[in-house]
């Protein structure tokens, strides 16, 4: 069965630094993964995905990941955190039916000025 | 407009009431979903419903059961509320079907809160 896990639970930069989330998966059939992000009090939003082809994968404000599967991983990256960027991030596989999102238990993002 | 809407977005009630959650989203989308989120912030699917037909059905308490009246709404209504009932539900939809299923889009949550 396909799992997530995302090391660390919380992590904090300064504002400026370098963003670095990180998401390990675990998968029987080539993996479909995402980043959704969650601002207090709000649903998810999609960062970005990755299906097939390109393993850089870019996404909203500024955020990428890379798939590797040497690694299995699928980290998020962003080179300069932004206060607004503080909020929940959750790393994704799509389970073996193909529908289903199976997350990660998250990662809390805080950036101090 | 709003894509993923639901209501309510806070529910506060005692324990063993009987409460439903409402649904609907504009985006055309034929796959909808429920996921709870607890209090430590782990989303877990509980259910998927594929144009109006039930696909995913996880470990869930038969005392939740949703309900599908046709492709753009999922309803959830939960008998006998316990207090492990507290968390955020979260209406998603997608497009297509299987692997091909495109991204999930989120509401904002409905927060339940079992007294």
């Known amino acids: 069965a396909q799992s997530v896990t995302q090391l660390g639970s919380h992590v904090s930069v300064s504002e400026g630094a370098l963003v670095l989330l990180r998401c390990n998966y675990s998968s029987s059939v080539p993996p479909y993964l995402f980043w959704y992000v969650q601002y207090p009090n709000q649903g998810l939003q999609l960062l970005l995905k990755y299906t097939t082809g390109a393993t850089l994968v870019k996404g909203i404000n500024g955020f990428e990941a890379e798939f590797k599967k040497s690694e299995t991983s699928f980290h998020l990256t962003k080179p300069s955190a932004h206060m607004s960027d503080a909020a929940e991030y959750f790393c994704a596989v799509k389970d073996q039916a193909g529908t289903a999102l199976i997350f990660g238990k998250g990662t809390t993002l805080s950036v101090s000025s | 407009d709003t894509a993923v809407s639901q209501t309510p977005k806070y529910l506060v009630t005692q324990m063993g009431n009987d409460k439903s959650i409402k649904c609907e989203q504009n985006l055309g989308h034929d796959t909808m979903y429920w996921y709870k989120q607890d209090s430590k912030k782990f989303l877990k699917i509980m259910f998927s419903y594929n144009n109006k037909e039930l696909i995913i059905n996880e470990t869930v308490p038969n005392r939740f059961s949703p309900k599908s009246p046709d492709k753009a709404h999922l309803n959830l209504h939960i008998n006998s509320l316990e207090l492990g009932d507290s968390a955020v539900y979260f209406c998603?939809?997608?497009?297509?079907?299987?692997?091909?299923?495109?991204?999930?889009?989120f509401g904002e949550g409905s927060r339940l809160t079992v007294l």
């Open positions: 998603a939809s997608s497009q297509g079907a299987g692997r091909n299923t495109g991204e999930l889009f």
